[in-house]
């Protein structure tokens, strides 16, 4: 049947101008629609990808569609520079910014949990307000602000109207030179984070997770537990958070884009205006590459639940290795968790024992892991495992072209939906520039994808998977596990301090 492009823009206008309700009310960002050139070349993009296409009859890889996003890169006299695309038909503007080497992992010694405490406190005033005070400005200027942190980066970002872009950057300025920390904010945020990782050690998924990161990590920043943050957390004081912001908040670190209605001057004079007087460079850390310790074992974590949680890891390939691509796509074949793969095919489809499984990629500064989780019974869990070793070992045997067709479809027809709003685009570019992709990449990338051959795919799954150092974290009461003696000891490989990726 042939698609519709505009039935497919009239689904997509739907979707993305539904209006969603703040807490204290409706905001005039939210009701502004995207803009109809954006929409419309979504809408013409998917009808060329898989919008109306069958899932279980893959065809012939599509041509790369080149993308219609101007991505250029702007420096401010104080030398800061930023990735921009500039979008004058609807007054919004979305600005991401990033600290390197600023993440959870660079939390000081002996205070664990510090940049989580510092991601929940910024917004807590700053400057002339208080936690009221700051949050009723936010609201009355219409801008959105996030903060967050993952293992490697602190991440900032706020979405508003054209008008309003100047009180935002000065908001940053302030969060970021003059927070507040007032005690009674403080003691509040630290209380709300203690009482849910608290909470968090009776759930199944937080354990599977920490069980994974100490065992694999050890003693490295990235195995940091639940209970190390619990002992440490309450004795970090305001004076140590101030600190870590001069220490790691400097311009030799940071990473910006910007999106929305703005000009490169504009954005420019505000860059300087809001991070010219930083630090020129922050404070070296000792953070290491991590060695992974303990793989291909098995391990147990006893929790009384009708159903376990079975994660599931080896060494993977770091980003900048030139057979990322083909890894990525390989992963795909043998873990894509939306109903098509032959994880998905031999666990869930043939036997029914779980409602999804997915394995993929996990990359960060200091390590990469290919990991995967399902759930199943207690008592099918070592079948799980059985089948998951099995579909392992013979993805190592390669890939079809039929897989590799209808995985390179997907990929090269949903790439368009990254850049689906003014928010999601500067996102985007910041994690490009995370990865040293170069600004052109948003045009090559489809092209990347198109171009990987099958004798590629299956050259890397050859020397990449490796079932023996396959290590399964299990929480729940599973039933008539056998581990036998090769599983549960830790692989020599363990023990190197060898570079997680493909074998040259």
Wanted: overall charge positive.
């Amino acid at each position: 049947m042939a698609l519709n492009p505009q039935r497919i823009f009239n689904d997509i206008f739907k979707r993305y101008t539904i209006r969603r309700r703040l807490n204290h009310g409706s905001s005039p960002l939210r009701s502004i629609s995207r803009s109809w050139s954006l929409l419309m070349a979504l809408a013409l993009s998917c009808s060329s990808g898989l919008v109306g296409q069958s899932s279980a009859t893959p065809t012939t890889p599509e041509k790369p569609q080149p993308s219609s996003i101007n991505v250029q890169e702007v420096k401010s006299v104080k030398g800061l520079t930023a990735w921009m695309v500039t979008s004058p038909e609807i007054p919004v503007v979305s600005v991401a910014i990033a600290f390197k080497s600023a993440g959870n992992a660079a939390d000081p010694q002996g205070l664990a949990g510090l940049v989580r405490l510092l991601t929940s406190t910024l917004d807590e005033g700053a400057g002339p307000w208080d936690s009221q005070g700051f949050k009723k400005f936010l609201l009355e200027k219409n801008i959105e602000l996030a903060i967050s942190a993952n293992q490697d980066i602190f991440q900032l970002s706020f979405r508003t109207i054209k008008k309003n872009v100047g009180d935002a950057f000065h908001v940053l300025n302030l969060i970021l030179r003059d927070p507040k920390f007032d005690d009674e904010a403080l003691v509040r945020v630290k209380n709300q984070i203690l009482t849910s990782l608290e909470q968090s050690l009776h759930n199944e998924s937080f354990l599977a997770n920490q069980k994974l990161n100490s065992l694999i990590y050890g003693s490295h920043p990235y195995g940091k537990t639940a209970q190390q943050i619990l002992k440490e957390f309450p004795k970090i004081t305001a004076t140590q958070m101030r600190q870590f912001i001069k220490d790691r908040f400097a311009r030799d670190q940071i990473v910006i884009s910007a999106v929305g209605d703005i000009t490169p001057q504009e954005l420019k004079d505000y860059l300087d205006k809001t991070f010219g007087d930083f630090p020129e460079t922050a404070t070296p850390t000792d953070l290491k590459k991590a060695t992974l310790l303990n793989l291909g074992t098995t391990v147990v974590e006893t929790l009384d639940i009708p159903q376990s949680l079975v994660y599931f890891t080896q060494p993977g390939i770091t980003r900048d290795d030139p057979d990322f691509y083909a890894a990525v796509v390989m992963m795909k074949i043998m873990g894509d968790g939306e109903f098509e793969s032959r994880l998905w095919n031999e666990v869930r489809e043939k036997r029914g024992l779980t409602y999804g499984i997915d394995a993929d990629i996990h990359y960060s500064k200091y390590a990469s892991l290919l990991i995967g989780g399902t759930s199943t019974k207690n008592t099918s869990v070592q079948e799980v495992i059985n089948l998951i070793r099995k579909v392992w070992q013979n993805m190592k045997d390669g890939a079809t072209q039929t897989e590799l067709d209808f995985v390179k479809k997907r990929m090269i027809g949903s790439f368009s939906l990254n850049f689906s709003s003014t928010n999601r685009i500067a996102k985007a570019l910041l994690v490009y520039q995370l990865d040293n992709l170069g600004i052109d990449y948003i045009n090559k990338r489809n092209k990347i994808i198109s171009s990987l051959t099958l004798d590629h795919i299956n050259k890397v799954a050859k020397s990449l998977l490796m079932p023996e150092q396959l290590t399964f974290i299990i929480v729940g009461k599973p039933e008539n596990l056998t581990l036998d003696e090769a599983a549960q000891k830790p692989s020599e490989e363990s023990s190197k301090d060898t570079k997680p990726g493909v074998n040259k």
